[in-house]
């Protein structure tokens, strides 16, 4: 199994094709080491190259919502009264640890995300 770093735009390019030629390859073959090792190097590169802030913690708990079905009612007693959770949605007010701990725990949005510094929304004048 010949395998080179990926360094290059050119390396990234050839490792995808062999990527997208490797996929679905049975597991435990050769074929499927090699798409392992391969996409971790890939995964690398690219978190190097092309690094991806984390998403805001509100956009973030609207996503999950989102793929649920439900709006921000849900949050009602999660994260406390209606009033609470119309300021934090609206950005008015920032997350605290009981909050995040709670959107962790009933709707498993990662911790890492929502301690994110909110985009506050300012008030016109």
Same mark, same amino acid.
Request: aromatic letters at 4%; charged letters at 30%.
């Given at each position: 199994?010949k395998? $080179?770093p990926?360094? %290059?735009?050119a390396?990234h390019? %050839?490792?995808? $094709? ?5 996929? &679905? *390859?049975k597991?435990? %073959? ?5 798409l392992e090792?391969?996409? %971790?190097?890939?995964?690398a590169y690219?978190n190097?190259?092309?690094?991806m802030?984390?998403?805001d ?5 609207r996503f999950?919502?989102?793929?649920? &079905?439900?709006d *921000?009612? *849900?949050l009602?007693?999660?994260?406390g *009264? ?8 609206s950005?008015q007010r920032?997350l605290?640890?009981n ?6 725990r009933?709707?498993g949005?990662p ?6 510094p909110?985009k506050? $929304?300012r008030?016109?004048?």
């Amino acid at each position: 199994m010949k395998i $080179k770093p990926v360094r %290059t735009p050119a390396n990234h390019r %050839t490792a995808l $094709k062999e990527i997208d030629r490797l996929w &679905g *390859a049975k597991e435990g %073959t050769p074929d499927d080491d090699r798409l392992e090792v391969l996409i %971790t190097l890939v995964d690398a590169y690219e978190n190097q190259h092309f690094p991806m802030d984390p998403p805001d913690p509100i956009e973030a708990i609207r996503f999950r919502l989102e793929q649920q &079905g439900r709006d *921000a009612r *849900a949050l009602i007693g999660v994260i406390g *009264a209606r009033s609470r959770v119309h300021e934090v949605m609206s950005g008015q007010r920032a997350l605290s640890l009981n909050m995040i701990r709670a959107l962790n725990r009933q709707f498993g949005i990662p911790a890492e995300v929502l301690i994110q510094p909110i985009k506050r $929304k300012r008030r016109a004048a």
